[in-house]
């Protein structure tokens, strides 16, 4: 998902008041690893729900701006199953955050087994800004989401002004010296998380739709290649 372009109106680059939601993908890129789950630029009013994504080379749902100064923020990523991700390709997450985005918000995810052959697959990463005018990653709220069996479960890479609420977790901060706030209000219900994370009820044979990936296979990924 990406801006429609046309001119230079920073606008018109933005894909705004879309619902993602009920959609179920696996296995994608085993031709071409460097694929996510869910790929988007340039979004206003976006929500992303009840999706599920699993088995991907890359990371699960990624959020990041277009190269110009494109207006993005109001994004809600919420009730989503995100499950082995980044199983080829690293510095993505489960869900990847890239660049300053007010009144959006991370919420009742379940985000589990994101583990690469690098060991540093993080199931939420709040990367960093776009330029040095915008340095850092913020304006996030990440609240109430289930990470389990992660290499690690939130990585604040350059992460400012963001709050995080319920966390309960393993960490990776680099951003100890920026302002981000930590907080527990016990709100967080983990089986009611895992048990409304995903498809709906009504879209849940849309799974049975998936029987194999592009070359006829049973949809497994190629082993990863060592970088270097």
């Known amino acids: 998902m990406r801006g429609p372009g046309?001119?230079?109106?920073?606008?018109r680059n933005t894909n705004k008041t879309l619902q993602i939601t009920n959609n179920?993908?696996?296995t994608i890129g085993a031709d071409y690893n460097a694929n996510h789950g869910i790929d988007a630029y340039s979004i206003d009013g976006v929500t992303f729900a009840y999706n599920e994504v699993e088995t991907i080379p890359q990371g699960g749902i990624s959020l990041t701006r277009w190269v110009d100064n494109t207006p993005?923020?109001?994004t809600l990523v919420q009730f989503n199953k995100i499950r082995d991700v980044c199983k080829i390709m690293r510095d993505y997450g489960g869900v990847y955050m890239w660049g300053n985005w007010p009144n959006s918000r991370v919420f009742e995810n379940y985000i589990y087994q994101s583990r690469s052959p690098f060991g540093?697959?993080?199931a939420i990463y709040c990367d960093e800004g776009y330029d040095s005018s915008s340095p850092y990653c913020g304006s996030?709220?990440?609240e109430n989401n289930v990470v389990e069996q992660n290499d690690v479960d939130l990585y604040l890479h350059r992460a400012e002004n963001n709050t995080i609420i319920n966390f309960n977790g393993t960490l990776w901060d680099s951003s100890q010296d920026l302002s981000n706030t930590f907080t527990q209000n016990g709100s967080l219900n983990?089986?009611?998380?895992?048990?409304?994370?995903?498809?709906q009820s009504a879209y849940t044979t849309i799974k049975t739709l998936v029987t194999e990936d592009s070359s006829g296979g049973t949809g497994t990924l190629p082993s990863p290649q060592n970088p270097g």
Do not use: C, F, R
């Open 6 to 11: 046309g001119g230079n109106s920073e606008v």
């Open 120 to 122: 540093d697959a993080p």
């Open 24 to 26: 179920y993908i696996t």
């Open 72 to 74: 993005v923020g109001n």
């Open 190 to 199: 983990i089986t009611a998380v895992k048990a409304n994370a995903g498809l």
């Open 140 to 142: 996030w709220t990440i």
